[in-house]
């Protein structure tokens, strides 16, 4: 098959030919239909996460169709349309019995732990756990388009943060996440506050739904700009995961607000100090939001085909495996708007 790979971190990728996967005995193998270029897969070509082992292929977001399954596999045959969770749960241990297989102990991440879906196919281990059965008007472009980043972000807003109809939810950082937690958020009723400092990424927020959209760059007192709308934001995501948008993410809350923090924050900004003075003093929770898992996806994509929620509108561009590397090392520099989309392989 054809992949794109890396053999050296913050390398270029090279599209080469390699070996199709095999089917675990307990998985499947999924002809990759799309797949979206996140951050998380910049992160890793950068160096940034402990379980890559080089040569890698990158890939976690993507839809496509079974082509084959392990001989203990039940609930899924060849022809599915299916996607799946970036996070995979083994299905055995405490985590996965509680129902929580995103923070499985025994984990499995394509793309991370293991090759992923920068290429034709991908084996994925546990399939009667993680698989997610796609109805057939969501096509493979929108389900990759959910990827870590939708999916992250719903869970963000509507488990974690509990985000409640005419609350104010601030959203620091108008990447990927951050569009999708501001479509979210507006769909369930709230009043969104968009935060960047790229002025593109703003009308891009606002097309999503942000009622107010602030540029952090150019505001005196940003914390004072967002008070003055809101009175304080209910919740509050980081979705960038910096030092500064972790604390004004904390900052922005009214009392008993909730802060969720879904950018990963890593390198220089894994240990960022906090300001716990406003966290005693404002009864603040202070939440993470890491993916959904599999058996969560109903209401998301009920409300998917009311078309209550589009993450389809997200995706601003829809390249070719050929211009993958191109693509992810782009995320250097933050350029660009929107989810990219490989749909050709």
Same mark, same amino acid.
């Given at each position: 098959?054809?992949?794109?790979?890396?053999?050296?971190?913050?390398?270029?990728?090279?599209?080469?030919?390699?070996?199709?996967?095999?089917?675990?005995?307990?998985?499947?193998?999924?002809?990759?239909?799309?797949?979206?270029?996140?951050?998380?897969?910049?992160?890793?070509?950068?160096?940034?996460?402990?379980?890559?082992?080089?040569?890698?292929?990158?890939?976690?977001?993507?839809?496509?169709?079974?082509?084959?399954?392990?001989? $203990?596999?039940? #609930?899924?045959? !060849? =022809?599915?349309?299916?996607? /799946?969770?970036?996070?995979? &749960?083994? @299905?055995?241990? *405490?985590?996965?019995?509680?129902?929580?297989?995103?923070?499985?102990?025994?984990?499995?991440?394509?793309?991370?732990?293991?090759?992923?879906?920068?290429?034709?196919?991908?084996?994925?281990?546990?399939?009667?756990?993680?698989?997610?059965?796609?109805?057939?008007?969501?096509?493979?472009?929108?389900?990759?388009?959910?990827?870590?980043?939708?999916?992250?972000?719903?869970?963000?807003?509507? $488990?974690?943060? #509990?985000?409640? !109809? =005419?609350?104010?939810?601030? /959203?620091?950082?108008?990447? &990927?996440? @951050?569009?999708? *937690?501001?479509?979210?958020?507006?769909?369930?009723?709230?009043?969104?506050?968009?935060?960047?400092?790229?002025?593109?990424?703003?009308?891009?927020?606002?097309?999503?739904?942000?009622?107010?959209?602030?540029?952090?760059?150019?505001?005196?007192?940003?914390?004072?700009?967002?008070?003055?709308?809101?009175?304080?934001?209910?919740?509050?995501?980081?979705?960038?995961?910096?030092?500064?948008?972790?604390?004004?993410?904390?900052?922005?809350?009214?009392?008993?607000?909730?802060?969720?923090?879904? &950018?990963?924050?890593?390198?220089?900004?894994?240990?960022?100090?906090?300001?716990?003075?406003?966290?005693?003093?404002?009864?603040?929770?202070?939440?993470?939001?890491?993916?959904?898992?599999?058996?969560?996806?109903?209401?998301?994509?009920?409300?998917?085909?009311?078309?209550?929620?589009?993450?389809?509108?997200?995706?601003?561009?829809?390249?070719?495996?050929?211009?993958?590397?191109?693509?992810?090392?782009?995320?250097?520099?933050?350029?660009?708007?929107?989810?990219?989309?490989?749909?050709?392989?």
């Amino acid at each position: 098959m054809q992949a794109a790979l890396y053999s050296a971190f913050a390398q270029p990728l090279e599209i080469v030919t390699v070996p199709d996967p095999a089917t675990p005995t307990d998985g499947a193998v999924i002809q990759v239909g799309a797949n979206g270029i996140c951050r998380s897969d910049w992160h890793g070509w950068m160096g940034h996460d402990p379980d890559i082992r080089l040569p890698h292929v990158p890939g976690h977001e993507f839809a496509g169709e079974v082509v084959e399954t392990g001989t $203990a596999v039940t #609930r899924f045959q !060849p =022809g599915d349309r299916v996607t /799946v969770p970036f996070a995979v &749960g083994c @299905g055995r241990c *405490a985590q996965c019995l509680a129902g929580d297989q995103h923070i499985c102990d025994d984990y499995f991440q394509p793309g991370f732990t293991a090759w992923g879906s920068f290429a034709q196919y991908v084996a994925i281990p546990h399939a009667d756990v993680n698989l997610v059965r796609l109805p057939d008007d969501v096509s493979y472009v929108t389900a990759a388009s959910l990827g870590c980043r939708f999916i992250t972000s719903f869970r963000a807003v509507v $488990a974690q943060g #509990r985000l409640a !109809p =005419g609350e104010w939810l601030v /959203v620091h950082g108008c990447g &990927g996440v @951050g569009l999708s *937690a501001i479509m979210i958020g507006r769909a369930l009723g709230a009043q969104v506050i968009g935060v960047d400092i790229d002025e593109d990424k703003l009308a891009f927020a606002r097309e999503m739904g942000a009622t107010h959209a602030l540029n952090a760059a150019r505001q005196p007192n940003l914390l004072d700009a967002i008070r003055d709308l809101s009175g304080g934001a209910h919740v509050a995501l980081d979705a960038l995961g910096s030092t500064i948008t972790c604390r004004n993410s904390i900052l922005s809350l009214r009392k008993r607000g909730r802060h969720v923090q879904v &950018g990963l924050m890593v390198g220089e900004h894994s240990n960022a100090p906090l300001p716990m003075d406003h966290v005693v003093a404002k009864e603040l929770e202070i939440l993470g939001s890491h993916g959904m898992q599999a058996h969560a996806y109903g209401p998301l994509l009920e409300m998917l085909r009311a078309s209550a929620l589009q993450p389809q509108r997200l995706v601003r561009q829809r390249i070719g495996l050929e211009a993958a590397p191109e693509a992810l090392a782009a995320m250097t520099d933050f350029r660009g708007v929107g989810i990219t989309v490989i749909d050709r392989f």
